[in-house]
């Protein structure tokens, strides 16, 4: 046999071997990829179900479940004591509203003022978001003994009570900056600085300022030395 033919038939049964291994190759490649998704797949699943089952999970789970009955047991409870809403009281109704909790806010106002009207609509939107802390009214005409005991001269006069003893109180609006449209936002700073109520994390911070100015002729800070002149 001519050795040139011999070579040249080596040399392309080499080459084919060659061809026909990378095809091979390929194909486990192609095969290797298709199979990969799956296997992926099959291991999430599995990992998602030890963690299902993983007791520290469940723990932190049930201790969730518990802070959470037990602050919305603690919230139904402050509502009983009559938290939760800006309510009005009598002079008679005072001593036991302010001595029967943590943390009280009493707004003394006067129906005919101006400016007790914006302060009671900012303290009924406060009372609703800040459970912890009691929001009541009391007409100071109708407290002579308190106002007189308490020292409350100028209106509206927001006093802030804590176990029944008047720890701090805002006078008129001096606190917000003495214009009569600030927002309950601006109070709300003013009364978490004081520390009588606490910031909230879902904070809304509207500005809802008192916009009424066909009332502006209604009267509106007055101190009450003066009032009988008026």
């Given at each position: 046999?001519?050795?040139?033919?011999?070579?040249?038939?080596?040399?392309n049964?080499?080459?084919?071997n060659?061809?026909?291994?990378?095809?091979?190759?390929?194909q486990?490649?192609?095969?290797?990829?298709?199979?990969?998704?799956a296997?992926?797949?099959?291991?999430?699943e599995?990992d998602?179900?030890?963690?299902?089952?993983?007791?520290e999970?469940e723990?932190l789970?049930?201790?969730?479940?518990a802070?959470?009955?037990?602050e919305?047991?603690k919230?139904?409870?402050?509502k009983?004591?009559g938290h939760g809403?800006?309510?009005?009281?009598?002079?008679?109704d005072?001593l036991g509203e302010?001595?029967g909790?943590?943390?009280?806010i009493?707004?003394?106002?006067?129906h005919e003022?101006?400016?007790c009207?914006?302060?009671?609509?900012h303290?009924?939107?406060?009372a609703?978001k800040?459970?912890?802390?009691?929001?009541?009214k009391?007409d100071?005409?109708n407290?002579?003994?308190f106002?007189?005991?308490?020292g409350v001269?100028?209106l509206?006069?927001v006093?802030i009570?804590?176990?029944?003893?008047?720890?701090?109180?805002?006078?008129?609006?001096q606190?917000?900056?003495?214009?009569?449209?600030?927002?309950?936002r601006?109070?709300?700073?003013?009364?978490?600085?004081?520390?009588?109520?606490s910031?909230?994390?879902?904070?809304?911070?509207?500005?809802d300022?008192?916009?009424?100015?066909?009332?502006?002729?209604v009267?509106?800070?007055?101190?009450?030395d003066d009032s009988?002149?008026d």
């Amino acid at each position: 046999m001519d050795p040139d033919s011999v070579k040249s038939t080596l040399q392309n049964l080499a080459f084919g071997n060659v061809m026909a291994a990378a095809a091979r190759n390929y194909q486990k490649e192609l095969l290797a990829n298709e199979k990969a998704p799956a296997t992926s797949s099959v291991n999430q699943e599995v990992d998602l179900d030890e963690l299902m089952d993983d007791p520290e999970l469940e723990k932190l789970h049930a201790d969730r479940i518990a802070a959470l009955k037990k602050e919305a047991e603690k919230r139904e409870a402050l509502k009983r004591k009559g938290h939760g809403e800006y309510r009005e009281i009598t002079e008679g109704d005072f001593l036991g509203e302010v001595t029967g909790t943590e943390k009280a806010i009493c707004h003394f106002y006067h129906h005919e003022f101006y400016r007790c009207k914006i302060m009671d609509k900012h303290l009924k939107t406060l009372a609703s978001k800040h459970v912890d802390t009691k929001f009541i009214k009391l007409d100071a005409e109708n407290a002579p003994f308190f106002i007189t005991k308490l020292g409350v001269k100028t209106l509206p006069c927001v006093i802030i009570f804590r176990k029944g003893v008047a720890v701090d109180r805002l006078v008129g609006f001096q606190d917000m900056g003495g214009k009569d449209d600030f927002s309950t936002r601006a109070l709300e700073v003013v009364l978490i600085k004081k520390g009588i109520i606490s910031e909230k994390k879902d904070e809304d911070d509207e500005d809802d300022g008192y916009h009424e100015g066909s009332r502006r002729t209604v009267r509106s800070s007055v101190n009450l030395d003066d009032s009988d002149s008026d």
